[in-house]
């Protein structure tokens, strides 16, 4: 079964104070991994994608690196307005054969404090 | 400007009493989903569709119907709601290319009460 899995689920900063998010996955036959940010109250903002191992993208104080197993995303001092729950979600088989399914991991709810 | 746009924004009915929600892209995208969002439970993909008269289901399709009759259009039906669909639902475009979760653009949002 095609899983993902974001820890931690809270993460309380203060601003400057550098950390990272974790991604982790079980899915055959990875086509994509996908970050994006989501305010309280919006849909979700499309961040970055990561298609193999060793990938790195990076936009403004976010990093986004991946693995054969997990994706992190790095954030360098974050600042108050960095604050929100990203999510991660990877592109997977769907009953069809085809790799159209979209699986979400429950996302990490990221405070950084002034 | 891109956007995709959803309706109602906020709806209460009652055990089984038909509704739809309607989703609208203005990109011409292919690839269209809808998802649910619930505490603890996170973004679960209800169905997609990859093009007019092509859909397949997500992970949490039990109780959903949709239709693909237009390329910007993709409505979420819920023929008999029952309280267990109480949630928030998005509705989502991307353009494809074999990377669908790549620049999905989200709707803002439909809240749904079911008493």
């Known amino acids: 079964e095609d899983q993902v899995t974001q820890s931690p689920e809270a993460l309380r900063l203060q601003e400057g104070e550098s950390s990272s998010l974790n991604c982790s996955y079980t899915v055959s036959g990875l086509r994509g991994l996908f970050w994006y940010r989501q305010d309280p109250g919006k849909g979700p903002e499309f961040l970055f994608t990561?298609?193999?191992a060793g990938e790195e993208k990076e936009k403004e104080r976010l990093k986004a690196t991946l693995t054969k197993k997990e994706s992190f995303l790095h954030i360098t001092a974050p600042k108050p307005e960095d604050s929100a729950t990203y999510l991660c979600?990877?592109?997977?088989?769907?009953?069809?054969?085809?790799?159209?399914?979209?699986?979400f991991g429950k996302g990490t709810k990221l405070t950084v404090n002034p | 400007e891109a956007q995709v746009t959803q309706n109602p924004r906020y709806l209460i009915t009652v055990t089984g009493k038909k509704l739809t929600v309607t989703c609208s892209q203005n990109?011409?995208?292919?690839?269209m989903s809808w998802y649910r969002q619930d505490p603890g439970l996170g973004l679960r993909q209800i169905y997609y569709?990859?093009?007019?008269?092509?859909?397949d289901k997500g992970d949490v399709p039990e109780g959903y119907k949709v239709s693909r009759k237009e390329k910007r259009n993709f409505p979420l039906i819920l023929e008999s709601p029952s309280p267990n669909q109480t949630s928030l639902y998005f509705c989502a475009s991307s353009s494809g290319r074999g990377r669908f979760g790549e620049t999905q653009y989200f709707g803002p949002g439909t809240r749904l009460l079911v008493l």
């Open positions: 990109m011409n995208h292919e690839y």
């Open positions: 569709s990859m093009n007019v008269e092509v859909t």
């Open positions: 979600a990877v592109q997977a088989r769907g009953t069809r054969g085809g790799s159209e399914k979209l699986v």
């Open positions: 990561l298609y193999s």
